[in-house]
């Protein structure tokens, strides 16, 4: 392992991939900053440009937004109290409070040291759990695979931050997109109505730039024009020993709880902010302060989303399974570059794999050293009208979509699904399914009709294999649950 890391780091220092990394944590905690367009938005925004570069250099970039945009959304969070990116919105509570207090410098030091520690942490876990599990991987026929694809959709469902069975639709909603264009086993055309651009199927990247780009600028504008940070003086951004003490615990459960939560389907920052906050209110001595400006409700849910992040590349690498919206970006940013991630990924492309996991130990020190130094500038940018900064957004979704294809059809899809998004989020419905169902509907299909073609018709394959039955049961389950919830309501 050792020697396959120092390979990983051969790779993340080439000259064009660190600037690869600098470019992807710069641009994610810019993302991160400025609310409403969060890591999915700017993961969409940039894919067609990372098309035009290396396989490992448009990874690492692409990583480098997904975890920096964490560290950017505290930002945001402590001197607005408006969440940057999903993933911030407990830290906003008790980070806004120590702001009021004239403890904003603290407040922003220790979020980015315990997003340092965690985001540490949740690399070497990477790094000694991917490889096992992709040994374990390699057992897996296609009817495992099917199951746990179908698991992974239904708990990602359950686990959404809106309505359980809105979220249910918005999944089957994408899972008919995904199979628009050419039937992949008897040839024939499907839901293209005649249209020959659509022989192909519909285009990630039209797709996902309008439901998280041109989405996210059409419900901002709406709010208002420009944010208001708190005005206390950022003074010494270094907490004191008394809060450091009162942090290093809740850095330590916030980066474990993170990682195993960022591993399962659906979970990732949002639900591990949560958990991480309410754990630590709970094993408070004093929990009447949270909320107070407790410096504990900074430290834990920031560690937590960043370890998080890390957590969420496991099952991507090692199984080839995205688990939120987010990794199915870099999902789908590999298969398009020719890279199919996996249990073989390891060992067909060592140097995706390693230079990633070397990339982040390298993306988590420029985080650190960046976001302490230009915290000053990144309150200036806080006060750019949004009517500046949105137009400059569309400008480069249009262009990057059209460049691809130089296809008229590929501008109309994502205006389409710009206003798909935008209604979506106006009547309660979660984006993020709809665009993981998508992602993962064309490898649900392919792994049925091969464990058909296994058991020549018999569904019972999928029954009589212990682990996707287990699979099967527990998706089941968790049907079951939102179905009963829903009849109750009725």
Not at 17 to 25: H, R
Not at 426 to 437: E, M, Q, R, S, V
Request: include cysteine; aromatic fraction near 10%; charged fraction near 10%.
């Amino acid at each position: 392992m050792w020697t396959d890391i120092l390979y990983g780091f051969q790779v993340a220092t080439a000259p064009a991939n660190l600037l690869f990394c600098f470019l992807g944590v710069f641009l994610g905690t810019l993302m991160g900053v400025l609310p409403g367009i969060g890591p999915a938005g700017a993961m969409a925004i940039l894919l067609p440009i990372s098309l035009q570069i290396t396989p490992v250099g448009s990874i690492i970039m692409l990583a480098g937004i997904y975890y920096g945009s964490m560290y950017g959304g505290s930002t945001t969070s402590i001197l607005v109290s408006i969440p940057g990116e999903p993933a911030s919105v407990m830290t906003c509570i008790d980070g806004y409070q120590m702001a009021l207090k004239g403890k904003a410098g603290p407040a922003l030091g220790i979020a980015a040291f315990s997003s340092f520690i965690a985001g540490t942490f949740s690399v070497v876990l990477l790094m000694i759990l991917a490889g096992p599990l992709a040994t374990v991987a390699l057992k897996f026929g296609p009817p495992e695979f099917f199951s746990l694809v179908l698991m992974g959709l239904t708990l990602a469902t359950y686990l959404s931050r809106k309505s359980a069975d809105k979220a249910l639709m918005s999944a089957l909603l994408g899972l008919l997109i995904s199979w628009v264009g050419i039937d992949l086993v008897n040839g024939t055309s499907r839901f293209t109505f005649g249209l020959l651009e659509l022989s192909d199927g519909v285009g990630v990247i039209p797709l996902v730039m309008g439901l998280f780009g041109l989405s996210e600028v059409f419900h901002e504008l709406e709010k208002s024009d420009s944010m208001d940070p708190a005005r206390a003086k950022i003074g010494n951004l270094l907490p004191n020993r008394e809060e450091w003490r009162k942090s290093i615990g809740p850095i330590a459960r916030g980066s474990v709880l993170g990682f195993f939560l960022g591993i399962l389907p659906g979970g990732g920052g949002i639900i591990a902010n949560f958990m991480s906050y309410i754990m630590e209110k709970r094993l408070s001595k004093h929990p009447e302060r949270f909320g107070t400006g407790e410096i504990a409700g900074v430290a834990g849910p920031e560690s937590a989303n960043n370890a998080a992040a890390g957590g969420a590349l496991i099952p991507l690498l090692s199984l080839g399974i995205p688990m939120n919206a987010t990794v199915a970006l870099l999902f789908a940013a590999l298969m398009i570059h020719g890279v199919r991630p996996g249990p073989m990924l390891i060992s067909t492309n060592p140097e995706v794999f390693w230079g990633i996991v070397a990339s982040m130990y390298i993306g988590n020190i420029m985080l650190l050293v960046l976001n302490l130094p230009l915290i000053g500038i990144w309150v200036k940018v806080l006060k750019i009208p949004y009517r500046i900064i949105f137009p400059m957004i569309i400008l480069f979704c249009i262009i990057g979509v059209y460049a691809i294809n130089l296809s008229t059809m590929d501008l109309t899809l994502m205006l389409g699904f710009g206003v798909l998004g935008y209604l979506m989020r106006k009547f309660g419905f979660d984006p993020a399914p709809l665009c993981l169902a998508f992602i993962l509907g064309p490898l649900l299909e392919v792994a049925m009709r091969q464990s058909l073609l296994l058991s020549q018709g018999s569904f019972m394959v999928f029954f009589t294999r212990p682990l996707s039955a287990v699979c099967l049961g527990i998706a089941a389950v968790l049907l079951l649950t939102n179905l009963l919830s829903f009849l109750k309501r009725r």
